[in-house]
């Protein structure tokens, strides 16, 4: 199985600032012909089912607003949340959905300081 | 637009049996993969279960292989879980969720039913 890793597992940060989450997988979750990164990051609020922020590591779903990106490849990943706000205050969770099992990671929870 | 909408949790005793079902709306379910995935209480997710549109394909996660299956009724726009032989560490929501792929799976979750909690206990 692919064993999803994040770091912090929680973090505090200013309304207004940038949030830095970080995704690493066991293994790759780079499909070399077609080059693309088999990885989703999900937003959980408390009492919520996770909702869709982004796949294909960067490609950010319809909706979601314009401050949520993410990056990387390979087995290290990043959730940036470029100017946090009281909305944003969740659980982050990132999956591989690179060959099944699929996985997701134990969650980032996201604070305000 | 799209609804996802779980049923038929609740307290069961560990080894019994239990069937939910997740009635969808708002899109061509036919059409879609859709996947069963689950939360312990203050915990992570578990995906649990896929199956492809048509019914054409199913997978499972290899804790309840064996114990679950996953099947849907498209005349009726609804999937199914059936639950047996139920073990204390499968108390959790269980989410219905749809594949983002559309006719051709992808496995990343785009949208996601409120969920049903199951909780095994004597």
């Known amino acids: 199985d692919i064993v999803m890793t994040q770091s912090p597992d929680s973090l505090a940060v200013s309304l207004g600032e940038r949030a830095t989450i970080n995704c690493k997988s066991s293994?790759?979750?780079?499909?070399?012909?077609?080059?693309?990164?088999?990885l989703a990051w999900y937003q959980q609020k408390p009492g919520q089912p996770p909702n869709l922020l982004i796949y294909?590591?960067?490609t950010r779903e319809s909706g979601v607003p314009d401050r949520f990106s993410g990056s990387g490849s390979g087995t290290n990943f990043t959730l940036y949340i470029s100017s946090l706000q009281a909305e944003d205050v969740a659980v982050y969770f990132c999956?591989?959905?690179?060959?099944?099992?699929?996985?997701f990671g134990p969650g980032t929870k996201v604070d305000i300081k | 637009q799209v609804h996802l909408v779980e049923s038929g949790g609740g307290v069961v005793q560990p080894g019994r049996s239990l069937r939910l079902s997740c009635a969808a709306s708002g899109f061509t379910f036919s059409s879609y993969t859709i996947h069963w995935v689950r939360q312990a209480p203050g915990k992570g997710l578990e995906w649990v279960a896929v199956?492809?549109?048509?019914?054409?394909?199913?997978d499972y996660t290899d804790s309840v292989k064996g114990r679950f299956t996953i099947s849907r009724d498209d005349s009726k726009n609804t999937l199914y879980l059936q639950m047996n032989n139920l073990r204390a560490e499968d108390t959790a929501v269980y989410y219905c969720t749809r594949d983002g792929g559309g006719s051709y799976p992808l496995y990343y979750f785009d949208f996601w039913g409120q969920g049903t909690l199951v909780t095994v206990s004597s």
């Open positions: 199956i492809w549109d048509h019914g054409s394909n199913r």
């Open positions: 999956q591989q959905y690179y060959t099944t099992p699929l996985t």
């Open positions: 294909w590591a960067s």
């Open positions: 293994q790759s979750v780079l499909y070399s012909s077609s080059n693309r990164n088999y």
